[in-house]
C-alpha cells in the first residue's frame, strides 16, 4: 500500500472560512472562476443547501463537520481519464483518516467508508472548455464531530463517533488538503499507473463477491471487482465468470436499509447461541505476506466483538500457518511430531495476538492452551471453558489437540463438541462450497447447503477426513463464509445466507 511519511512538518494552506454559506462549490465557482491559482480552497461551518449527487442531500450539524471545496486547474489530464482526479481526492481523505482509525475505504466511485459505513462523500464538478479539462472543483462533506444523524441517508458515521472524542477540524482539513496535494503532483508527473494501483487496493468490499444491483433493470446479481479502469469504468466478473462493466451510477452495492439495521438492533437476536469460530492462521498475514498484519488482526477483533455484543457465546480455534506449519516441515526434513509440535507453539502466539486485539476493545477473553504453559494460558478444560463463556468470556483455544498428527481443522472439531456448540463457523477466504476451486476454476458453483454424504461422494475438500467425520458423527453442522469480508461474521449470526451450510 502507498504511502507518504512526512518528513517535516506539513505546511498551512491558505483557506477562506466561512460561517454558511449555499454551497462552498458555487461560492468557489463565483468567487474564483478566473483564479489561476493550482488550489484554491474554501470551507464552511455550515451549508445551507449541501448535496451530494444528483438529488442527494448531506446532513451536517453547523459547526460539527468538514464542508470544503477545492479547485484545481488539471489541463494535462486528458478528458477520458478525468476520473483520475477523483482517486485523488478520496485518496487524500482516506490517508488522513487512517492516521484517525483503521478500516477506511473507498466506495466506488468516490464514497469513503469506514467498514460499512458513510463518513464522507464527494460532488466533483468539471468544466470543459475547446476539448481539455479548464477546472474541477471537489465538493467534500466530512463526518467529523457529528454525534447524531437523523435521516435516512446510508449508514452515516462520524469519525468522533469512531474513536470516542472530538477532533480539531482545521488541523484535520490541513491534512487532507496536504494528501491531496501529493496525490495532484502524481497526475501532475503521469505516475497515473500509481494512482490506480493504491485506489484499487483501498477499494470497499475488493475482495470476494457482493450484492451489486443494476439501477436501469434493478437486477440484483452477485460480483467480485477486477478493476476500475481510468475513465471510472467500474469492471465486475461473476460467479460464471461473466464481465460486466458499468459506467457512474449505473450499478451500486446492495446495503441494509436504515429500517432492516434498526430491526436488526431491535431484536438483538443470533441465529446460534454458542459458537465456535474456526481462523485460519494465514489470514492473519493480510497484505504483507507473512506473521500478522495488525490491520486484519483488528477487523477480526471488531467482528468477534459484534457478535459477542449480541449475548453470543464464542469460542475460537486459530490456526498458525502464518508462522509454522507442522506437516510442511516434517516435509522439509524436521521430525513430525516436533514439527507439529512448533506448529502448536504457531497457534499460540496468534491466539496471544487476538486475545491482545480483543482486549484492546474490551472484549473480555481467555486464551485456553492444550498444554500446560502457564502463566501464557490456562490449561483447557471443558468444564471451565464453558463457565468462561457463560460468564460472558471469549475462549481463544489454542495448542490444537495437545498431540502430534492432527491438524487444528481436528482440533476444531473436538472443540466444538466438547463446549457443545450450536454451529463450527469456518471462517475462510472464499464466500463457500463450490463443485471447484473458484480461484482457479470460474465455471465453478456454489452450494447454498450439502451433506457430509455429499462431500465423501464428490470428494471435496471442506476439512480433513478425521475432522468431517467427528463432525457427522456427533450431527456438528458446519458453516462455511467468508471470514475476511467485514461485517460477514455478524451478518452469519443475523441469518443471512451468505455462505454453505454442511449439515447430515
Known sequence: MWFFKKKQKAPQWNITWLDEVDSTNDYMRQQNATSNERLCVVAANFQRKGRGQGSNTWESEPGKNLLFSIMTHPTMVPIRTQFLLSMAGALALKQALDAHT?????????????????????????????????????????????????????????????????????????????????????????????LSACYHAALYRRKGFHTYRDTATNETFEAAIIEVEDDGTLVLRTPDGHIREAQFKAVEHVLPTSTERKISKQKNMARFKRILLKLSGESLMGEQGHGIDPQWLADYARQIEEVHQMGVQIGIVIGGGNIFRGISGSQKGFDRVKGDQMGMCATVINSLA?????????????????????????????????????AGYVCIFSAGTGSPYFTTDTGSSLRSIEIEADVMLKGTRVDGIYTADPEKDPSATKFTTITYDEIYTRGLKVMDLTATAMCKENNLPIYVFNMDIYGNLKRVMDGEDIGTLVHN
Open 102 to 194: 483503521d478500516g477506511i475505504s473507498l466506495k466506488w466511485p468516490n464514497d469513503v467508508y469506514w467498514h460499512d459505513s458513510k463518513i464522507s462523500g464527494t460532488l466533483i464538478e468539471t468544466s470543459i472548455a475547446n476539448g481539455h479539462i479548464k477546472d474541477c472543483v471537489f465538493g467534500v462533506g466530512l463526518n467529523v464531530n457529528q454525534m447524531q444523524f437523523r435521516s435516512d441517508a446510508p449508514n452515516p458515521i462520524s469519525l468522533a463517533q469512531i474513536v470516542g472524542h472530538e477532533i480539531d477540524r482545521r488541523t484535520l482539513l490541513n491534512d487532507i488538503l496536504t494528501a491531496f496535494d501529493q496525490y495532484y503532483r502524481w497526475i501532475e508527473n503521469g505516475q497515473y499507473a500509481d
Open 354 to 390: 487476538l486475545s491482545s486485539a480483543l482486549g484492546a476493545i474490551g472484549v473480555k477473553n481467555k486464551v485456553l492452551t492444550a498444554i500446560r504453559m502457564e502463566p501464557i494460558g490456562e490449561f483447557y478444560s471443558k468444564w471451565k471453558a464453558i463457565e468462561a463463556m457463560e
